[in-house]
């Protein structure tokens, strides 16, 4: 079983940026591909980024491709989602997810959820 926590959400203004982390436990960390979802008020949850067992290769919505940075500390069973240029579209509970395959952007492919933590952009 693998534990994922989440942290660093908050409030932020238009034009901002947020570090989110995501710290994992329970299984060996680089042997899982990492995600992050969100879900906004009243919408469907979507795929934001994706990162490999490595980290090597990484996958992004094209909604925030150029704004959002995903990366992994795998000495730190850790995954980082960097957000810069946030908007108010970008507000949205934030989950972290942990998976089998080396990297995915679909929901399904994905065994293990953190509790997600808030993201709040304010125009």
């Known amino acids: 079983q693998v534990q994922l926590v989440e942290s660093g959400g908050g409030l932020v203004q238009a034009g901002g940026s947020l570090r989110l982390s995501c710290a994992a436990s329970g299984r060996t960390f680089s042997s899982l591909g990492m995600g992050w979802f969100r879900q906004a008020p009243g919408k469907e949850r979507e795929f934001v980024a994706a990162?490999?067992?490595?980290?090597?290769?990484?996958y992004y919505a094209d909604s925030v491709k150029g704004r959002f940075t995903i990366s992994r500390d795998n000495a730190r069973n850790t995954v980082y989602l960097q957000m810069n240029s946030l908007q108010p579209e970008d507000t949205a509970v934030y989950y972290c997810?942990?998976?089998?395959?080396?990297?995915?952007?679909?929901?399904?492919?994905?065994?293990?959820w953190g509790q997600g933590t808030q993201v709040t952009v304010s125009s």
């Open positions: 990162i490999s067992f490595s980290g090597a290769r990484t």
């Open positions: 997810a942990g998976g089998k395959l080396n990297i995915a952007s679909i929901d399904r492919e994905y065994d293990y």
